[in-house]
């Protein structure tokens, strides 16, 4: 199943030039024209990635990808601006936690490279999240074990570090 791409921008002709620029990607493309538009279709259709223009009415990229960043905290987002600022990026890193912050024009490579490596990002942080959910689940064995036979999980090791079995 190719993974999700939502492209966010204004400019339909900058949207339309984005999704080409993607077609030979094994990823499938969505596009919206506005911040307002991005989180509508987010509300109805999970997306892997989210890459948003800075510069777009009533909303902006930042303040969109913030709101990403706390509705769907499993959603990559990528900044992608035509007017690059210092305090710009800033605000995208700090409050919309993005990715990678890049600047138009951009090369087609470039763009599916970092898609790719957001979505390889992505699919580490699922892992992550997986191994907690598993320590937490041992860990209550552990402490289950532990009251019902103290001392189960305790460990006698000799000089060199091998096990030491006291069957007294």
């Known amino acids: 199943m190719p993974s999700k791409i939502l492209m966010v921008d204004d400019e339909p002709r900058v949207l339309a030039a984005l999704k080409r620029a993607l077609r030979k990607e094994p ?40 709101e990403i960043a706390v509705r769907y905290p499993e959603t990559i987002r990528i900044m992608l601006t035509g007017h690059a600022s210092l305090d710009v990026a800033v605000k995208a890193i700090n409050e919309g936690r993005i990715y990678r912050f890049m600047t138009k024009p951009v090369s087609e490579v470039e763009l599916a490279v970092t898609i790719r490596q957001a979505l ?34 305790e460990l006698e090791l000799d000089a060199s570090g091998r096990i030491v079995l006291d069957c007294a």
């Not at 997306?47 to 913030?66: H, I, Q, T």
């Not at 699919?123 to 009251?147: D, P």
């Open 120 to 153: 390889e990002y992505r699919k580490l942080l699922v892992q992550v999240v997986a191994l907690k959910q598993t320590v937490a689940r041992q860990s209550s064995v552990i402490g289950e074990l532990e009251s019902r036979y103290p001392g189960i999980s």
């Open 27 to 66: 990823f499938e493309i969505w596009g919206a024209g506005s911040a307002y538009e991005a989180l509508q279709l987010l509300s109805e259709q999970p997306m892997e990635v989210v890459v948003s223009d800075e510069k777009m009415p009533s909303m902006s990229g930042s303040e969109l990808l913030a």
